[in-house]
């Protein structure tokens, strides 16, 4: 019963550092999506990949990069932290394609706190 | 264009009491609305979900949700609150974006 597994569960980075974070799902979804929540704002989407081989950006892609590595995995780069990055990312998966009518199944979270 | 306002960031309520959490949709075509909940430090956790067919939706734990496309509104409700339901509570819709636009939360706490 994993459903969506992300690594690492915490991070502290310096500001310019560089890290990826995985997820992976073993549901067979076809769609992946990377979000970040901050207090106040709900999740903001960052990057989408409707199924393998494609990405696409959503509404704050900035700093971020994405790579659909196969099915079941979905990375999100960091190339250079900044505070402004400080945030939980939570991936999801959806086994609708891109209308997400059957809803997401979320990991539990990363905790990135760049300083 | 698709978004959801939550009104209420925080929600207090006496346990047995009714729990009424907002929510307001926009979207430009006919919307699948959802309404997740987080507990701490926890992933998001699908309650209901509204995909065109019966207007009150059951979700877990006791809680429903009714469509009413005149209102553009999808309130979460529960008759009889209970300590366990303590947590944050997103409604999310997918309308013409195709991808689930999510409010900014409800902080919902109950009380003795």
């Known amino acids: 019963n994993a459903g969506v597994t992300q690594t690492p569960k915490f991070q502290v980075l310096k500001t310019g550092q560089s890290m990826t974070l995985q997820c992976a799902q073993d549901?067979?979804?076809?769609?992946m999506y990377w979000y970040r929540q901050d207090p106040g704002m709900g999740l903001r989407l960052i990057y989408y990949?409707?199924?393998?081989?494609?990405?696409d950006k959503g509404e704050v892609p900035n700093g971020y990069n994405v790579s659909r590595l196969n099915k079941r995995e979905f990375s999100l780069r960091l190339e250079s932290a900044a505070p402004s990055q400080t945030s939980v990312y939570f991936c999801?998966?959806?086994?609708?394609?891109?209308?997400?009518?059957?809803?997401?199944?979320f990991g539990s979270g990363t905790r990135l706190t760049v300083v | 264009a698709q978004s959801v306002t939550q009104l209420g960031s925080h929600v207090s309520v006496s346990e047995g009491a009714l729990v009424l959490l907002r929510c307001n949709y926009s979207?430009?075509?006919?919307?699948?609305l959802f309404w997740y909940v987080q507990y701490p430090n926890q992933g998001l956790q699908l309650l209901l979900k509204?995909?065109?067919?019966?207007?009150l939706v059951k979700g877990i734990n006791g809680f429903e949700a009714e469509f009413k496309k005149s209102e553009t509104s999808f309130h979460l409700t529960k008759p009889s609150a209970h300590m366990s339901d303590a947590a944050e509570y997103f409604c999310?819709?997918?309308?013409?974006?195709?991808?689930?636009?999510f409010g900014s939360g409800t902080q919902l706490t109950v009380l003795p």
């Open positions: 549901m067979n979804h076809n769609s």
């Open positions: 999801a998966s959806s086994e609708g394609g891109v209308t997400a009518a059957y809803g997401y199944t």
């Open positions: 979207s430009s075509v006919p919307p699948y």
């Open positions: 990949s409707a199924s393998e081989g494609t990405t």
């Open positions: 509204y995909t065109s067919a019966a207007t």
């Open positions: 999310a819709v997918t309308g013409s974006a195709r991808q689930l636009t």
